[in-house]
């Protein structure tokens, strides 16, 4: 199979900053630097509400599929996408079964979802998000675990000092992970740091964030642990003995869950209810590639369209 990912167009940096487009040679494999916007639909902590991507071109494309993984595979930097800035309590996720895959906010029993404040915590801790181009296997069952995985991307959660932007795209330092059970489902959670952020320098494993940021590990595992039980749910459950496991060991994860990923978009793997339209794998590497035109047809009939009838 080829590289999927030298045709992806849309790379990221910074939700809101431009920066010049920029394509090398494949075997390079350099450092991207694109930008993309987002697209803001219906009115937030709404059912409507939907933040839809786009690339520098002013295209449509989907967080899941067409944001390259990597911001540097060189130096193993990543892309993560941000569905929650820090601090605040709105489940909101990439859409992995609606068209093109924008954020919306999770919705159960109809119902908007919201994380609670499960003392002393105020909402999310860090900023959280996911890695595209990556997929937790529900067919796969984990070595380490023995337990499937979740059917999303991986989840990310980011340490660093500043607050993100809901929908921002940045590149992350990985640093280590825990292997969270929910539910009977293995969910990964890479603890990393956005590049960019003072402290980034400092840290290259996880035993850095044990010796600069002391308790802040074992305060994510208690997150983690108590954040659905307000909900009337069980506390959640870790492998490893809710250890940490290593910058190398997370790495390796996320490897993986891109191999996933690939079988998925390749339609090596069945994808169920899953939405794998994209816009910037190439048709001999994806069957699910549609046009620019496509998606922009595709979406607009979903978030424009009309509905007429008598009233009584």
Not at 6 to 19: I, K, M, T, W, Y
Not at 140 to 165: F, L, R, Y
Not at 237 to 255: G, H, L
Request: glycine letters at 4%; aromatic letters at 10%.
């Amino acid at each position: 199979m080829r590289n999927l990912l030298s045709d992806c167009q849309p790379g990221a940096n910074v939700l809101f900053r431009r920066h010049p487009s920029s394509r090398t040679k494949r075997q390079q494999k350099p450092a991207i630097n694109m930008s993309f916007s987002v697209e803001e639909r219906g009115n937030p902590n709404s059912l409507s509400y939907r933040l839809f991507f786009k690339n520098a071109e002013g295209k449509y494309i989907s967080p899941f599929h067409d944001i390259p993984i990597y911001a540097d595979e060189s130096q193993n930097i990543f892309h993560m996408v941000v569905e929650v800035p820090r601090w605040t309590n709105a489940k909101m996720e990439i859409a992995t079964k609606d068209l093109l895959n924008p954020i919306k906010q999770d919705v159960k029993k109809g119902k908007l979802r919201y994380v609670a404040n499960v003392f002393p915590h105020k909402g999310y801790i860090w900023n959280y998000g996911a890695i595209p181009q990556t997929w937790e296997d529900p067919a796969h069952k984990d070595a380490d675990t023995d337990c499937c995985g979740d059917n999303d991307p991986i989840d990310v959660c980011e340490i660093g000092s500043q607050v993100c932007s809901r929908g921002e795209v940045i590149k992350v330092k990985v640093l280590g992970i825990l292997a969270m059970i929910d539910e009977g489902e293995t969910d990964w959670k890479v603890i990393a740091i956005n590049v960019d952020d003072p402290e980034a320098s400092e840290m290259n494993d996880i035993s850095d964030v044990k010796r600069l940021k002391p308790g802040f590990l074992e305060a994510t595992v208690d997150w983690f642990r108590r954040y659905k039980v307000p909900d009337g749910k069980p506390e959640n459950r870790f492998a490893f003995s809710e250890e940490f496991k290593d910058k190398n060991f997370a790495i390796d994860v996320i490897k993986s869950t891109h191999s996933f990923w690939k079988a998925l978009i390749c339609q090596q793997t069945k994808s169920g209810e899953l939405s794998c339209k994209n816009t910037c794998i190439s048709a001999g590497d994806s069957p699910y590639c549609c046009s620019a035109d496509e998606a922009q047809a595709a979406v607009c009939e979903v978030i424009d369209k009309w509905f007429y009838y008598e009233k009584k």
